[in-house]
């Protein structure tokens, strides 16, 4: 086996533990004869997965049963429309935090439903920092505050939650979920794609506080875009591959000794980009340095030719996806939970040769 030191931004690296275990009972599911995959899901196998899947998410994040958890389809995306259609009264207002491409997604459909206040944009400035507490004009009479808590695409992150002007937060944690502990009691809602962060595509978590979930508005809505539709029962069939392996990642999350072991894990390994960027000016980051992220590590060569030749070569060392969004460019080192600090090593390893080479 000769597995690629992989810096994919989503569908990302998984832990070679789960992908191993998921492998050996894939066809046989604990001695039943068929695969989980195959099986219903109101059957007791799924069943015990889907429970077991919710209890961990809330054990993992420190949320008590004053909250729900859904998995859900249509990706991190579809939450951009069922947010606002839930919780945004056409003459209501909530807050949208604009600190990068996901944001703007998420402001153009919650536009679609009510009002819009903007407490800060980081549009002007290239998305290059987040905003301290300070810089935020929050509105008075939010519904809730949204956020991207990690902008996956330039890279940037916010260290701690925003303050709000009152109102609960509802996050969009797609590519930092679960990476380092979160204050719980500020969130109404959480939502995030599982092919960063979390397993692989096909599900999205969202966690939902329930005092939050009855302040929904009301307004006719399609029955699967309607979270109540999703409290305490299946709906419709889940995507089961997706939330089963999901919940192997969960059980090694907790095995690892959960969310305060990878934030320190992920900082140790951020620290060791951020450091090799800084030595010279030959690498350059793309965002200020206290607004960093320890997910997506962004940063320039000297000109697009070079960039170039330092994806080539890094690809020729196993070092692969490195290549920046594509709405970007440069280069960009996701290092999600499961992308191990060897990989990483290895990644500063060859900067610094390419550096002495190129420099
Ligand atoms: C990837 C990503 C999305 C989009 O997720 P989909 O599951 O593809 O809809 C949204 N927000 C953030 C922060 C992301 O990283």
Redesign the pocket.
């Known amino acids: 086996m000769n597995r690629l030191h992989n810096f994919s ?2 569908p990302a690296a998984l832990p070679l533990d789960v992908l191993k275990k998921v492998e050996k009972e894939l066809v046989d599911y604990q001695n039943k004869g068929a695969s989980l995959i195959e099986m219903s899901h109101r059957g007791p196998e799924y069943t015990a997965i889907n429970t077991e899947a919710a209890e961990r998410l809330k054990r993992i994040t420190g949320a008590g049963n004053d909250w729900i958890v859904q998995f859900l389809q ?5 939450q951009f429309m069922m947010v606002p259609q839930n919780f945004l009264g056409s003459d209501q207002t909530a807050d949208y935090i604009d600190t990068g491409s ?1 944001s703007s ?1 998420a402001i153009r459909e919650a536009r679609l439903f009510g009002n819009v206040h903007i407490p800060f944009s980081g549009k002007e400035n290239n998305y290059s920092a987040i905003p301290d507490n300070s810089e935020l004009n929050a509105s008075d009479n939010a519904v809730y505050t949204h956020f ?1 808590s ?3 695409i330039f890279g940037s992150q916010f260290r701690k939650e925003p303050e709000t002007g009152g109102s609960l937060l509802v996050c ?1 944690a ?2 930092d979920f679960l990476s380092r502990p979160i204050d719980i009691d500020k969130y109404g809602l959480i939502y995030a ?1 599982a ?2 962060n979390l397993g692989p ?1 096909g599900v ?1 978590v969202v966690m939902i506080r329930k005092s939050f979930l009855e302040t929904q508005v009301s307004r006719t809505m399609p029955t699967m875009l309607n979270y109540k539709t999703h409290v305490d029962t299946l709906f419709n069939t889940p995507p089961v591959f997706a939330v089963y392996f999901l919940n192997y990642v969960l059980e090694w999350i907790e095995d690892k000794g959960g969310l305060s072991w990878f934030e320190t894990y992920n900082a140790d390994k951020a620290a060791l980009l951020y450091d090799e960027i800084d030595r010279d000016e030959f690498y350059r980051g793309t965002v200020e340095k206290g607004s960093r992220s320890h997910m997506n590590v962004t940063f320039r060569l000297g000109s697009e030719e070079l960039e170039k030749k330092f994806l080539a070569e890094a690809s020729q060392h196993r070092l692969s996806a490195l290549k920046g969004h594509r709405s970007v460019g440069g280069v960009r080192a996701s290092i999600y939970n499961a992308c191990e600090v060897d990989s990483v090593k290895a990644l500063v390893d060859f900067m610094k040769q390419f550096r002495s080479d190129n420099g």
Do not use: L, M
């Open positions: 931004a989503g249509g990706g991190a995306s579809s996901w997604k991207t990690n902008n996956t969009d797609s590519s794609g092919q960063k595509a999205t």
